[in-house]
């Protein structure tokens, strides 16, 4: 029998051509998809490397910028007090402060040059007033108290920046120009809004001893420096004690100030010893007469620690000293004083006054002063001559506290015992000078029990009184509902007071 051959099914074995031409065309399409969308997931990665890279680069030159503006408007506005010198020390601090090798920068660490230009200034933080250029702000600087740094009026370059994966897509996107401004300035003083009025118009004169030119001392505004007085018991221009109290959220000028007399705001200012105003001597004021002490005796002796409810301890602290020196206590002095302040002068008919105002010719003994030095010593005008204005950041030099020096000054029964090298209330220890705060509440602040205190042209007429000077007086004692005890220590000027500067913007 013959063997059948097996075969093959070409039909079933081999895919005919046609099968082969319609897979060849289905990869066509598929290669064609995938290169259209590559095409435009190109585009979006392009997009994301422009957002990633090229806008981390105009975000961190804005940081750049707005560094340099804020740091810049902060340290400008510090000096700023109304008059062509604080103009001159502001554009000085912008200067310092560019110049500095750590200071404000471009382009991860390039240096800056500072020009005048980028600063301006006004009497307000929102421009109502204008803002002045520099030579104009020279030219007229009352009331600018207010900086603004724009960095668009310094060099182009430094606010320029190159992108690079922008120009791909459009090639108005080559570039971008970065800038910032800022506006700084000081909202609030360190003055306590109580208006005494100054006892003479004269803000220096020298006060003539007969024993010698030596002994001739500096009177400011008519007190004396080392002197304690009870501020609700003087007048200038007449017999009756007057004293104010005065607006400390506004100047004058502006609507309902009786607003801001009111009690539960009023006290917030006296327990802190602050004005919500930038600057008050030379300026008028809104007033009303007399301080109500009676009101606001137990916030004005929350710097001796007590707290009644009256003043948050956080907001104001206890003095880091609160040392009473009562007259009767007082180590150093001898023979100890017969009040806690000076003693009022009995002859004058026309004005309310010490007998400080007349000397040892007429009162021979230091007891007729009261409390003497506790806070401050007397200043020899010699030291006023030779010193000059603005008062040096240490002080005048002061008289020597020798009996000699006091028996001139205060009469020939007079001595000093004891006595520190500086002063008793700058003493941080001895018992005879200090007493810290109860332990719940130290270190307390050093300078609290220290008001600076308004000193107003007098008479004052109507509603509204001109600041002359802000005067520094150390409480002595803790107030009562009728006096307020102080020792005279000069005058303080508006730096000294000066609160923190803030950024508006």
């Known amino acids: 029998m013959r063997e059948v051959m097996p075969t093959f099914d070409l039909e079933v074995s081999f895919p005919k051509k046609p099968a082969v031409f319609g897979m060849a065309r289905t990869s066509t399409r598929q290669s064609g998809a995938i290169a259209i969308m590559s095409a435009f997931l190109i585009i979006v990665i392009l997009g994301f490397f422009a957002l990633a890279i090229d806008m981390s680069r105009i975000y961190n030159r804005r940081v750049e910028m707005h560094a340099l503006a804020s740091s810049v408007a902060i340290a400008a506005a510090r000096p700023l007090d109304g008059t062509r010198e604080g103009i001159e020390h502001a554009l000085a601090a912008a200067r310092d402060v560019v110049g500095r090798a750590h200071g404000p920068h471009y382009e991860y660490g390039n240096a800056i040059t500072w020009q005048d230009t980028a600063m301006s200034f006004?009497?307000?933080?929102?421009?109502?007033?204008?803002?002045?250029?520099?030579?104009?702000a020279k030219s007229s600087p009352a009331g600018l108290l207010y900086v603004k740094v724009d960095t668009s009026e310094l060099d182009e370059a430094y606010g320029l920046v190159d992108l690079f994966f922008a120009p791909i897509l459009s090639a108005s996107l080559s570039s971008a120009q970065i800038a910032d401004h800022a506006v700084a300035g000081k909202s609030r003083i360190n003055v306590t809004p109580i208006g005494i009025c100054a006892m003479s118009s004269v803000a220096r004169e020298k006060r003539s001893h007969p024993s010698g030119a030596q002994y001739d001392e500096l009177v400011e505004y008519g007190f004396r420096r080392g002197i304690?007085?009870?501020?609700m018991n003087l007048n200038p221009n007449g017999t009756t004690a007057i004293s104010f109290e005065i607006n400390p959220v506004r100047l004058a000028g502006n609507t309902s100030p009786s607003t801001y007399f009111t009690s539960w705001i009023y006290r917030q200012y006296i327990?802190?010893?602050?004005?919500?105003?930038?600057?008050?001597?030379?300026?008028k004021v809104d007033v009303q007469s007399p301080f109500r002490i009676g009101d606001y005796v137990t916030h004005l002796n929350s710097r001796f620690d007590p707290y009644t409810g009256t003043c948050d301890v956080h907001a104001s602290p206890p003095d880091s000293n609160v040392k009473r020196y009562t007259f009767g206590s007082v180590s150093w002095m001898t023979p100890k004083g017969a009040a806690q302040s000076a003693a009022r002068d009995s002859s004058s008919t026309t004005k309310l006054q010490t007998v400080a105002e007349f000397g040892p010719s007429n009162h021979s003994a230091a007891a007729d002063y009261g409390p003497l030095w506790t806070f401050a010593r007397a200043v020899p005008w010699s030291s006023y001559e030779s010193q000059g204005t603005p008062e040096p950041v240490g002080g005048y030099t002061p008289f020597d506290a020798t009996t000699t020096v006091w028996r001139a000054l205060y009469g020939t029964t007079s001595s000093v015992g004891t006595y520190p090298s500086s002063t008793p209330y700058r003493q941080t220890s001895d018992s005879a000078y200090f007493t810290a705060p109860t332990t719940s509440r130290k270190p307390g602040t050093f300078g609290r029990r220290v008001l600076n205190i308004p000193l107003l042209s007098c008479p004052v007429t109507g509603t509204e009184a001109n600041v002359l000077a802000i005067a520094r007086f150390l409480m002595t004692v803790p107030a009562t509902s009728t006096s307020l005890y102080a020792e005279f220590g000069g005058i303080s000027s508006d730096s000294q007071v000066a609160g923190l500067v803030e950024l508006y913007k």
């Open 228 to 231: 304690s007085y009870d501020l």
């Open 122 to 136: 006004s009497a307000s933080p929102d421009g109502a007033t204008g803002w002045k250029s520099d030579a104009d």
């Open 271 to 283: 327990c802190s010893g602050t004005m919500g105003v930038p600057k008050i001597v030379g300026e």
